[in-house]
């Protein structure tokens, strides 16, 4: 089966690395969304570790569980029967992220936890106007508050997924390296034009991840090789490899940076933060 690639020509700016990656409309805190409607490549590993180790680095993160799988908020221990204003009262309108946000028990970092009444929010907008742009507007008041606003967002190109890229200011992008990685991505590249159109001109793609990535194989160089074909530019410098301390971490509530920083998952992930950081023009504290 051959699949189309992606054109980033088409659908993106010539540069969108070089652009400005900030969201003019919340005081320039960048909100970044990490998005692919394939499951399990690794969105949520990916904002787990990068926001807790920002928060490390000395940033304010907030991170925002977009997915009614309530990954993110597991993963970092949070007991979800507990919780009292979720992103489901976002969506809804009944809540701002600011009422929403609680502490995540790790200094520098907040979030906003879901559960599964997320999944109802998608049915329930559908009678609301103006419903793509729910998430933006919750997102006032957090100027000043946080450095960082990051989304965790499910797998699928619904209008949670919507709601993130009109609400945020950049995208980053996980691609497993597994046969095929281009599948699927015609398909994003074209809501993330769409949203861009007509929602939202500032979108950019900050960047795309290749994660999971088997040293013992050819298959996985050859992946990371035919990405970089249709992502020259948006394509990091760092590879995640595959690496089983990543999956482990989330069953203890813990990220990788807590759970064991010395492995190469933490490692890889350390110096996606450094990337991050450049690509982003995030404050570096002293
Ligand atoms: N680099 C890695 N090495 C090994 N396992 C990984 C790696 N990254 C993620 N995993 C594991 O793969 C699974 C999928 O990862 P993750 O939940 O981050 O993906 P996702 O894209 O958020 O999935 P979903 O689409 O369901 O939200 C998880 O069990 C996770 O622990
Ligand atoms: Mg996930």
Do not use: W
Request: with cysteine.
């Amino acid at each position: 089966m051959t699949v189309s690639p992606p054109s980033s020509q088409q659908s993106t700016s010539p540069n969108p690395a070089a652009r400005p990656a900030t969201s003019s409309r919340l005081g320039g805190v960048p909100v970044l969304a990490v998005a692919n409607q394939k499951g399990g490549v690794g969105k949520t590993t990916t904002s787990v570790a990068t926001a807790v180790m920002l928060a490390q680095a000395g940033l304010r993160v907030l991170l925002i569980d977009l997915d009614p799988q309530g990954n993110a908020s597991s993963s970092l221990g949070i007991d979800k029967s507990s919780l009292v204003r979720t992103t489901y009262d976002l969506m809804i309108g009944r809540a701002r992220a600011t009422d929403a946000a609680r502490p995540s028990g790790r200094d520098g970092l907040d979030i906003v936890a879901t559960s599964s009444s997320l999944a109802a929010a998608e049915i329930e907008l559908v009678d609301i106007d103006d419903r793509e742009r729910q998430l933006q507007r919750a997102l006032v008041g957090i100027e000043g508050r946080y450095d960082l606003v990051m989304l965790d967002c499910p797998p699928s190109l619904g209008l949670l997924t919507v709601n993130a890229f009109t609400a945020a200011s950049s995208v980053l992008v996980p691609i497993q390296c597994e046969f095929l990685p281009l599948e699927g991505l015609t398909q994003l590249q074209r809501t993330i034009g769409q949203v861009r159109q007509h929602l939202n001109p500032e979108l950019v793609i900050t960047g795309v991840l290749m994660t999971m990535y088997d040293a013992r194989t050819r298959l996985s160089a050859q992946v990371v090789e035919e990405v970089r074909r249709f992502y020259p530019k948006e394509l990091f410098a760092t590879v995640i490899p595959r690496s089983i301390r990543l999956a482990e971490a989330p069953s203890y509530g813990l990220s990788i940076a807590e759970y064991d920083p010395k492995s190469n998952g933490a490692v890889a992930y350390q110096r996606l933060v450094g990337e991050l950081i450049q690509r982003l023009g995030l404050p570096t504290p002293a």
